[in-house]
């Protein structure tokens, strides 16, 4: 089993590392909506499009739920 933590999370429990499935999970260290983003304690930038910069330089494209109409 691997360490699912962020590196240096004060948290209790500790919020999911940027590489978990999970890991929008983690707690909001600094947030601006006036610029639509928040970052998150495991080092992900995430935008209020549902789009994500991981620590690593990788982008997760937005991916809003759908729902049937």
């Known amino acids: 089993m691997t360490d699912q933590r962020a590196p240096s999370c004060p948290h209790q429990p500790p919020c999911p590392r940027h590489d978990a499935l999970d890991r929008e999970a983690a707690r909001t260290v600094a947030a601006h909506p006036e610029q639509g983003w928040s970052l998150l304690c495991n080092g992900i930038v995430v935008f209020e499009d549902t789009g994500e910069l991981l620590p690593d ?11 049937a109409a």
Do not use: S
């Open 57 to 67: 330089g990788r982008v997760i494209a937005p991916h809003r739920p759908t729902t």
